[in-house]
């Protein structure tokens, strides 16, 4: 699998990086209480796309998130993301071995002791076991000075909750008598896909907490950061834990973020991609480019191959309809009538008499309609076909999409907000463009916010190398419902953003639909994306 993710991505990651900077994630409300909702996060108008935010990390900004190395601990079965020019060790005795290497350079020296006596102080005895790693700078070129890191431990979660634990660990740094917990959080943000985890901000002056121990250090100002992630299974509490000493800026806070967002659970299924139902060929038969034998042949496929069945269009067709598949990338058309359709063929989205497929989003309440050559799906569970149609949309091998790849991509896209990620739609048989046409849709919390005053919020903060278009317009939607649409031409790959913003009829939420499309096709394409905007409806409400 290729963890860190290859710049040949380019073509749609530097596209869509800053597609929706509205996403951007805000520090933590140490005033939030744990036993409280999880905090609200603001909606942020939209910032300019030309700078880099603080934690992006697409391969095609390059800086101190680019590509960092990666390590795993079989012990507790976690891979962890370390920046450049730092060093991880699991154990003691691994620390130990890295200073012993440095021979007569008395600095160093000096400064493997202190990190040794660091690791030591991390976990009670008895409890050498929960120890998972320790990340901290370190730089051959200049003098070792630098204090700062991070520490792992995993501690069985013996049936706790996030927040019972976040409070046990929270009450044991205030009974030390030397720290000052600032507050609890606990909600989504820091981890991809909407993922909760607990967040403990704390305060130790002349002091520094060494796991459940204190070492008294004179004149120094120490703010800590503890992050709190339940492991897949449910067993397993992982605790990250920053120190800083000195100054605390914006630039510890995005690494400290990267850090968390980034650590992997080897067992973690959804690091697979699903195979997905699938059509198995009883015959020797073409493949076509459209449900009809009036469209062109893409190849032939032979008896009892199986293929994953993106779609079904029982219109006007054989008795057995057209099944649409993955086929090399694109999207192809099989004779109902010389396959054998999938087990749960029932859940298969059918197409209209108009070709478009409509997706249901049961939990947010949403209906969502697509032409039948755009392939949406859900970028936390995509399945194999999904990594074969992004591969080939985005012009690379197969072997560089994996589900990991897709979800870094995805999170830079989103600009660190996974969870408010929805759906990713790819216009697939782009051949002759580097990339295809694509869109994200995005679903916040509206916190009161109204569709006037963010139209009013963007069109302040919004600008790029040709200024924005930001409107309120009505005419896209059923009833004259308003939107807010917001165009502009993204500056690293000439292509056109159109962003459409939408609040939930309860007005709860808003939903944004946004388009990264060739600058020559977005003519041909505005009457697709208006019918896309005009066929969403809203249900259970």
């Known amino acids: 699998m290729n963890y860190n993710h290859p710049t040949s991505v380019g073509a749609i990651l530097s596209a869509a990086a800053l597609l929706l900077t509205a996403c951007v994630p805000l520090p933590a409300d140490p005033g939030i209480p744990v036993s409280g909702p999880a905090p609200e996060t603001p909606l942020i108008s939209i910032h300019n796309p030309l700078v880099v935010p603080v934690g992006d990390t697409p391969s095609s900004s390059g800086g101190p998130f680019q590509d960092w190395p990666a390590f795993e601990v079989e012990s507790h079965r976690i891979r962890v993301f370390h920046p450049n020019r730092w060093l991880f060790v699991s154990t003691q005795e691994e620390l130990s071995a890295l200073g012993s290497q440095l021979g007569d350079d008395e600095l160093a020296e000096a400064f493997f002791e202190e990190r040794e006596g660091y690791v030591g102080f991390l976990t009670q005895p008895g409890q050498e076991d929960y120890f998972a790693g320790a990340g901290f700078p370190y730089d051959p070129d200049s003098t070792p000075l630098e204090t700062n890191g991070f520490h792992l431990l995993a501690v069985p979660s013996e049936g706790r909750t996030l927040e019972t634990f976040a409070r046990l660990l929270s009450d044991e740094l205030g009974a030390s008598g030397l720290a000052e917990v600032d507050g609890i959080e606990i909600g989504p943000g820091l981890r991809p896909w909407g993922e909760e985890t607990a967040s403990i901000q704390y305060r130790i002056d002349g002091s520094q907490a060494f796991g459940n121990r204190i070492v008294t250090v004179p004149d120094a100002n120490v703010t800590g950061w503890r992050v709190i992630m339940l492991s897949p299974d449910g067993g397993t509490f992982l605790t990250v834990t920053y120190d800083v000493w000195g100054e605390y800026s914006e630039w510890v806070e995005g690494l400290l973020r990267e850090v968390v967002r980034r650590v992997q659970w080897l067992d973690d299924p959804s690091h697979l991609p699903r195979s997905g139902p699938q059509v198995t060929l009883e015959h020797l038969m073409n493949v076509r480019g459209g449900p009809g034998t009036d469209y062109p042949i893409l190849g032939k496929a032979g008896e009892g191959e199986q293929f994953a069945a993106i779609s079904r269009n029982a219109v006007g067709g054989p008795a057995g309809g057209w099944w649409q598949i993955e086929y090399r990338g694109q999207l192809g058309w099989l004779h109902g009538d010389y396959v054998s359709p999938p087990a749960g063929a029932e859940d298969v989205p059918q197409a209209d008499e108009s070709g478009w497929l409509t997706y249901e989003d049961v939990a947010r309440g949403l209906s969502l309609s697509l032409p039948s050559e755009w392939r ?107 939107v807010v649409s917001i165009q502009y031409g993204e500056y690293a790959t000439k292509n056109v953003v159109w962003q459409i913003w939408l609040l939930s009829p309860d007005g709860d939420r808003l939903v944004a639909l946004g388009f990264n499309t060739h600058r020559d096709q977005i003519e041909e394409l505005e009457p697709v994306i208006t019918e896309v905007v005009q066929r969403l409806h809203w249900t259970g409400q």
């Open 376 to 482: 949406y799906f859900d970028p936390a569970q995509p399945t194999a076909a999904d990594l074969a149609l992004l591969s080939a949309a985005n012009k690379v091998s197969e072997e560089q999409f994996d589900v990991l790849g897709l979800g870094d991509v995805v999170s830079a896209m989103s600009l660190r907000r996974d969870d408010a990620v929805i759906g990713l739609g790819l216009q697939t048989g782009q051949e002759e463009s580097e990339a295809s046409n694509f869109m994200l849709v995005f679903s916040f919390a509206a916190n009161g916010q109204t569709l006037e005053g963010y139209a009013q919020a963007a069109s302040e903060q919004t600008y790029s190398i040709e200024p924005a278009v930001v409107e309120l317009v009505q005419g896209m939607r059923p009833s004259d419902e308003e």
